[in-house]
């Protein structure tokens, strides 16, 4: 994996589902790590508890200099001293409600 940025950012924690207006949860100045996860995808790891929205799907990660990176949360760990997500950056489809499926990532 190779380190793409290190520093502070805002991250953008969405539950967006079709037919649903989407809920967010932005956290500014958040200390991350992102890193190329290889075929689309990417890492960042976190030093600190991230909010969201329990069903959250969708990830958005906004650079001091304005670049962005989105996109579907896919796994993850996330508890008081900080954890990573994984996300897919490709693009993906709305469902109605969030998926029943044990594998796919739930925010807790």
């Known amino acids: 994996m190779s380190e793409v940025y290190e520093g502070l ?6 539950a967006r589902y079709l037919g649903q207006d989407p809920i967010e949860r932005t ?3 958040c200390p991350v790590r992102l890193t190329d996860a290889g075929t689309g995808s990417a890492r960042i790891e976190l030093q600190q508890y991230l909010q969201g929205p329990k069903a959250a799907n969708l990830l958005r990660v906004i650079l001091p200099d304005g670049h962005m990176l989105q996109g579907q ?6 508890e008081p001293g900080g954890g990573w997500l994984l996300i897919n950056i490709g693009q993906f489809e709305l469902t109605p409600e969030p998926s029943a499926n ?3 990532w739930k925010w807790e």
């Not at 950012?9 to 969405?14: K, R, S």
């Not at 949360?73 to 996330?78: H, Q, V």
């Open 9 to 14: 950012a805002t991250v953008v924690v969405i």
């Open 27 to 29: 956290t500014l100045e």
């Open 102 to 104: 044990a594998n796919v």
């Open 73 to 78: 949360l896919i796994d993850g760990f996330n």
